[in-house]
């Protein structure tokens, strides 16, 4: 069957419906199908066309909905059946969001697809990630690397030193060790850092500490994922 449809692979952004694109928007209200992630907040969610078709391809840690091949073929396949696809996205799609294994995937099959990109949660948050007089640099970096690895890709003590402001996701559940690597590294100890909890939906919440303490102040205040760990001098209060 010949393929009419296009993917589209929309950013969602961090979950203020605010904060979504104009066309992002339209795209669902026009849409034939939505594949959608865990993260995408109700809000943006009750945009989607009443009429189109819902399929949840969300993951959790440690649980997955459908296996990332599983989905890119999943698209492959509506894309023959639909006109207009969406694969809806928390963050940008390009951002730890693994749109560029679905992007290349339909392409390879001959697929059309067109990115709408979105605003990443790191960049959400409030704070100035750069700044002329306490940050020049800043590295988006992920916490949790992919399954089947037998080593971290990323390098943790040399990471100490190499920006001035550290953005890292899906780092929750190796909080002590990245910490640990940071401070080994030669990060001072009193390095500033904050963990936003849910940033910008209603249930935000958000602890500050140093590279010392938070781990502690995380424990304390009962913080899980999905949140984001800022490292660096402008991870303070002072800011917002």
């Given at each position: 069957?010949?393929?009419?449809?296009?993917?589209?692979?929309?950013?969602?952004?961090?979950?203020?419906?605010?904060?979504?694109t104009l066309k992002g928007?339209?795209?669902?209200?026009?849409?034939?199908?939505?594949?959608?992630?865990?993260?995408?907040?109700?809000?943006?969610?009750?945009?989607?066309?009443?009429?189109?078709?819902?399929?949840?391809?969300?993951?959790?840690?440690?649980?997955?909905?459908?296996?990332?091949?599983?989905?890119?073929?999943?698209?492959?396949?509506?894309?023959?059946?639909?006109?207009?696809?969406?694969?809806?996205?928390?963050?940008?799609?390009?951002?730890?969001?693994?749109?560029?294994?679905?992007?290349?995937?339909?392409?390879?099959?001959?697929?059309?697809?067109?990115?709408?990109?979105?605003?990443?949660?790191?960049?959400?948050?409030?704070?100035?990630?750069?700044?002329?007089?306490?940050?020049?640099?800043?590295?988006?970096?992920?916490?949790?690397?992919?399954?089947?690895?037998?080593?971290?890709?990323?390098?943790?003590?040399?990471?100490?030193?190499?920006?001035?402001?550290?953005?890292?996701?899906?780092?929750?559940?190796?909080?002590?060790?990245?910490?640990?690597?940071?401070?080994?590294?030669?990060?001072?100890?009193?390095?500033?850092?904050?963990?936003?909890?849910?940033?910008?939906?209603?249930?935000?919440?958000?602890?500050?500490?140093?590279?010392?303490?938070?781990?502690?102040?995380?424990s304390q205040a009962g913080?899980?994922?999905?949140?984001?760990?800022?490292?660096?001098?402008?991870?303070?209060?002072?800011?917002?």
């Open positions: 069957m010949a393929m009419t449809g296009t993917v589209y692979l929309v950013g969602a952004g961090p979950g203020d419906p605010g904060l979504f928007k339209t795209l669902l209200e026009l849409a034939d199908v939505v594949l959608y992630d865990a993260l995408v907040s109700p809000p943006i969610l009750a945009m989607i066309n009443p009429q189109a078709e819902r399929i949840f391809v969300g993951k959790y840690r440690g649980w997955h909905s459908l296996p990332q091949a599983k989905i890119t073929e999943l698209l492959i396949s509506k894309a023959r059946q639909y006109e207009t696809v969406v694969r809806l996205k928390a963050g940008d799609p390009f951002i730890f969001g693994r749109g560029g294994e679905e992007l290349s995937g339909l392409r390879q099959a001959g697929v059309p697809v067109e990115v709408v990109p979105g605003i990443s949660a790191g960049l959400a948050m409030g704070f100035p990630l750069t700044h002329r007089q306490v940050s020049s640099s800043v590295t988006l970096v992920t916490g949790h690397e992919a399954v089947g690895k037998t080593q971290d890709a990323v390098n943790w003590t040399a990471l100490a030193q190499a920006a001035d402001t550290l953005v890292i996701y899906m780092g929750m559940h190796r909080l002590a060790q990245i910490t640990a690597a940071l401070l080994a590294g030669g990060r001072p100890a009193d390095t500033p850092v904050c963990v936003v909890q849910w940033g910008t939906w209603p249930q935000e919440r958000r602890v500050y500490g140093t590279l010392a303490t938070i781990e502690a102040g995380v913080l899980t994922a999905p949140a984001l760990i800022v490292i660096g001098q402008v991870a303070t209060a002072a800011w917002l």
